[in-house]
């Protein structure tokens, strides 16, 4: 089975809007973190935001917010007031405690318009 | 400034040779992961250490492919023979021994096999 399952093959904001990323999780570990990541086209990896597995908050972090629905396992990225600068892939990526592991999902490209 | 770092960072080599791929991970870090990424595949976990130990490298052609870790500032990926379905971007990342914490990534290797 898929650990991180990213299902929305591209996805497109006005600016200044918001946007949802969707992310779903499939795991046994009681203890696990989840993390977002952007990839613009210059390739590098820049982390975004974390939730844990045991957080009763959503994690937020300047505009992104992370929608962490526990029961459903998803944990999905908030990106609010876009920007072009938002233009990249997102990923999502689970670590499980019992093995340290760091699963990426296939990502998501986000194209914002002006 | 801590920050992983992938040597080299662009390689071109003709199929067949060996090719050698080095991670500095960032200092205190006990997790070291390495993935390539393809349009097709996304981001795969080829292998990762704890603490130097390889704990998982099911994601790696056994035949052709080695991930070792000398010491704790060095982890090396090995391609040998490469062929050309092994052109990708490599990337190494280290993390803190903490499901709480992400993963700083290095800035990747391009290779090329021709």
């Known amino acids: 089975a898929q650990k991180i399952t990213q299902t929305q093959p591209g996805m497109f904001v006005q600016e200044k809007e918001a946007v949802t990323l969707d992310c779903t999780y499939d795991t046994s570990d009681p203890s696990y973190g989840l993390f977002w990541y952007k990839q613009p086209s210059s390739g590098e990896m820049i982390f975004l935001i974390y939730q844990g597995s045991y957080d009763q908050q959503n994690a937020t972090e300047g505009r992104y917010s992370l929608n962490f629905q526990k029961a459903r396992k998803s944990a999905n990225l908030v990106i609010s007031a876009s920007q072009l600068g938002d233009s990249a892939m997102y990923f999502c990526?689970?670590?499980?405690?019992?093995?340290?592991?760091?699963?990426f999902g296939k990502g998501i490209t986000l194209s914002v318009r002006p | 400034d801590a920050r992983v770092t992938q040597t080299p960072r662009h390689k071109v080599t003709e199929m067949g040779q060996e090719v050698t791929m080095r991670c500095q991970p960032i200092l205190g870090h006990n997790t070291v992961f390495w993935y390539r990424q393809t349009m097709m595949q996304g981001l795969e976990l080829l292998a990762y250490?704890?603490?130097?130990?390889?704990?998982?490298d099911s994601g790696m052609p056994k035949d052709r492919f080695s991930a070792e870790m000398p010491d704790a500032t060095l982890a090396t990926l090995k391609i040998q023979p490469s062929e050309p379905r092994d052109s990708a971007v490599y990337f190494c990342a280290s993390a803190a021994d903490s499901v709480n914490t992400e993963a700083f990534f290095g800035q990747g290797t391009r290779l090329t096999v021709v």
């Open positions: 250490f704890r603490n130097r130990a390889p704990l998982d």
């Open positions: 990526a689970l670590r499980e405690e019992a093995n340290s592991k760091l699963t």
